[in-house]
């Protein structure tokens, strides 16, 4: 076993991967329990991240452990930020992950810092924390630990059931701690659409159940119903249905809203359209333009649809603290600082 993980360290730049050894490249390693993944370890020289004040965002800090995510979510907003390590925003992105191997050890050495003033921190902004590389790696118990012990108060963002594992440590920081919420992100309710548009998250039922999990931890539960699709998941049908069920699951509130497609994210999704939903293309190229984001009148529509079942449901109570759904609903660029 030793001897098959020492063949894969890359011990020098061979050009292969221009980007990567600019930020602490240890090695990559591939394994049979992540088929046609590669992890890419890196030594990060900062944990913290001050988000950029023209990002006009509800949140001052982050911290993401990992860049690129096995999720595959076809619109993630994040997909040009692999860019910038000179890898591409779509296959890439989904296979080559970036995993900041000492993240929790460094994040507890800046939370030491007398400047720290113990601000909310946002983890799940760029790429799931709890996506299939925590399984390996393990990395949030420790940015977690170190977070509660500084008397930090963090928000987590997920689609990933892994959240599971932590719930006992996130529970205490939220009731014996300065504080923790959590945010469940669930838009598609269709089994069969879900699995074609996230093929690496968990099934709607399964994050359906964490919902619930979430709820006997004696925490609130907050649900991202985002992003909501043109023609595919935006009917009143489709949103009441998924909603009900979001309620039943025991969740304290939801937020809706659409898609965007920023930058090269805008490709990758019509090129899935066009494999899965060519009759839509020509419909989502009128919706969209004039660039990434969902003209005015749609928008409005959809908010006229939503509010009266998120009344139903009894969820209108709002986010304690926002993470991905608020990035996706700004015109912030991407940027390699905030993540």
């Known amino acids: 076993m030793g001897m098959r993980w020492d063949g894969q360290a890359v011990g020098v730049d061979d050009g292969a991967l221009p980007g990567l050894p600019r930020i602490g490249l240890v090695r990559s390693v591939r394994s049979p329990q992540f088929d046609g993944i590669t992890f890419h370890e890196v030594l990060c020289k900062s944990a913290l991240n001050r988000v950029p004040e023209a990002a006009a965002l509800p949140f001052r800090y982050t911290v993401n452990a990992f860049r690129g995510c096995s999720h595959a979510c076809r619109y993630c907003f994040a997909r040009p930020t692999h860019e910038y390590l000179d890898l591409d925003s779509g296959t890439d992105f989904d296979t080559q992950i970036v995993v900041k191997v000492n993240v929790a050890e460094v994040l507890r050495r800046e939370l030491r810092r007398p400047s720290w003033t113990r601000e909310t921190v946002a983890l799940g902004t760029n790429t799931d924390p709890y996506q299939r590389a925590e399984g390996r790696y393990a990395l949030m118990p420790g940015i977690i630990g170190a977070l509660g012990d500084s008397g930090t108060p963090f928000s987590i963002l997920t689609k990933g059931t892994l959240l599971r594992r932590d719930l006992p440590l996130i529970a205490d920081v939220a009731h014996h701690g300065p504080g ?7 838009a598609v309710g269709d089994s069969d659409l879900q699995r074609d548009l996230e093929p690496g998250t968990p099934s709607p039922q399964a ?5 619930s999990a979430v709820r006997d931890a004696g925490l609130d539960c907050h649900v991202m119903v985002a992003p909501v699709l043109p023609y595919l998941t935006d009917s009143v049908e489709h949103l009441d249905t998924l909603l009900g ?13 659409g898609l965007h497609l920023r930058g090269s994210t805008r490709g990758w999704f019509l090129q899935w359209l066009q ?3 060519p009759e839509l293309v020509l419909r989502y190229q009128r919706l969209y333009r004039r660039g990434a984001y969902l003209p005015p009148d749609y928008r409005d529509t959809l908010r006229t649809r939503v509010a009266p079942l998120l009344a139903r449901y009894g969820l209108t109570g709002r986010a304690p603290t926002a993470g991905v759904g608020a990035v996706s609903q700004t015109a912030a660029p991407a940027c390699p600082t905030l993540f």
């Open 275 to 277: 494999r899965s939903h």
């Open 180 to 186: 923790a919420s959590v945010a469940i992100s669930l």
């Open 245 to 257: 069920e979001i309620a039943a699951a025991g969740a304290s509130g939801a937020t809706v809203f």
């Open 207 to 211: 994050r359906l159940a964490l919902i």
